[in-house]
Nanobody, 114 residues
């Protein structure tokens, strides 16, 4: 499974960004796709995930501000980020869990700054 993420960038506090991640390769069905972030000098942590059945989970820090979704083919996952805060600044990584393995995309940098 290969994951290609896009959509990062520089945004002012209170602004919005939408991240996208598309999976490709040989697989039957990806059970779970999600997003993690890693701020400078900190460990990678979960932002949100969505399962193939539509179950969703968010980190407390993003509830009410971020929305995760998947396309009908369930190979692309989106993260709509609203009301962004400087503390959201991090490299965001797409994750997929399939066949008992974790797959990671290259990170995309999100910078929230005025």
């Amino acid at each position: 499974v290969q994951l290609q993420a896009s959509g990062g960038g520089l945004v002012q506090p209170g602004g919005s960004l939408r991240l996208s991640c598309t999976a490709s390769g040989s697989f039957f069905r990806i059970n779970l796709m999600g997003w993690y972030l890693q701020a400078l000098g900190k460990q990678r942590e979960l932002v949100a995930y969505i399962t193939s059945s539509g179950q969703i989970n968010y980190a407390d820090s993003v509830k009410g501000r971020f929305t995760i979704s998947r396309d009908n083919a369930k190979t692309t996952v989106y993260l709509q980020m609203n009301s962004l805060k400087p503390e959201d600044t991090a490299v965001y990584y797409c994750n997929a869990y399939e066949g008992g393995k974790d797959y990671w995309g290259k990170g995309t940098l999100v910078t929230v700054s005025s």
